[in-house]
């Protein structure tokens, strides 16, 4: 069994950082009968941040209250699941990784002015029909409680091997006959500056020549930055203590372009899709539950 790697931050690391790391520990094979250690990163003491709200706000085009948006707390995470990725002993380069899928819990508001713990962990990786998929399992916790926990899923696109036929992933079909109910144009220039506030580094999201050598039309945004205007209409239809976010991605949403939000309510659940204007397919399903039936 491999020793585990322990990262421990006293700030969050830069997604310029991340990248050289990324690039020092390149590699783009697999080799599923190899043991993979367990890679964790934490960061303690994180104290509230008005200012960065505030540009967090301010970029996604969104007003906050008394307590932090629900996805906000991946800002403190995505810097920590991006230096596990970009690590050498991680089981592929963060260069070739798109993620797929997240689940977020939230058990209670997080107050603008509480100090938080936060600890990610490569909590497992299988082999899937085209390639290789890592889940990275992310904890909030203050004062020694977790309140709000996430499960991250990235792909690597490759063939190593027979997939694991036990796993069957969560399915979220799309809803084409669910009413538009908003509207938005996601306006070209803010990758940069997304990226070092999210943490989430990716040149895919601000190189155009980069990400269409990976196959893209053009470059396009952070998931967070696209789900954090979605939410927050959402979470002002349902205000409540406790949400469950269960989110697929199925495609870019690219900048210069309006974004696109159908949805239709069932109980205490919303279910939405994300469209990318001229793109009849929806980038990003969502179902957000919300209520104290929630634990």
Not at 112 to 128: G, K, M, N, P, S
Not at 158 to 166: H, I, L, N, R, T
Not at 218 to 238: G, I, M, W, Y
Request: hydrophobic share 40%; net charge positive.
């Amino acid at each position: 069994m491999p020793a585990s790697i322990d990262l421990v931050f006293t700030k969050a690391p830069s997604f310029v950082a991340t990248i050289l790391s990324a690039l020092r520990g390149i590699h783009f094979t697999f080799d599923p009968s190899r043991p993979s250690p367990v890679i964790t990163a934490k960061r303690n003491g994180i104290g509230p941040d008005a200012a960065r709200l505030a540009d967090f706000a301010r970029i996604c085009g969104i007003t906050t209250g008394e307590s932090l948006p629900l996805v906000y707390p991946l800002t403190h995470i995505y810097p920590l699941v991006q230096r596990i990725l970009a690590h050498k002993e991680a089981p592929m380069s963060l260069l070739k990784t798109l993620n797929t899928r997240m689940q977020i819990i939230q058990r209670r508001p997080i107050g603008l002015h509480e100090t938080v713990d936060v600890c990610c962990e490569l909590a497992a990786h299988r082999l899937v029909e085209k390639g290789l998929e890592v889940d990275i399992a992310c904890a909030l916790r203050i004062a020694g409680a977790t309140i709000w926990e996430s499960t991250i899923t990235f792909y690597y696109q490759g063939k190593f091997g027979a997939p694991d036929q036990s796993f069957l992933p969560p399915a979220l079909d799309a809803i084409p006959d669910a009413p538009e109910v908003a509207r938005w144009f996601l306006q070209e220039g803010v990758g940069i500056a997304f990226a070092r506030l999210s943490g989430d580094g990716n040149p895919i999201h601000f190189w155009k020549f980069y990400a269409k050598l990976l196959g893209f039309s053009r470059d396009f945004a952070q998931p967070l930055l696209v789900l954090s205007e979605t939410l927050s209409r959402l979470e002002k239809k349902h205000p409540s203590d406790r949400y469950r976010l269960d989110i697929v991605f199925k495609g870019p949403v690219y900048y210069g372009s309006d974004v696109i939000l159908k949805s239709t309510q069932n109980g205490q659940s919303e279910r939405f899709d994300i469209y990318s204007e001229g793109n009849p397919r929806p980038c990003i399903c969502g179902n957000l539950n919300f209520g104290q039936h929630i634990s």
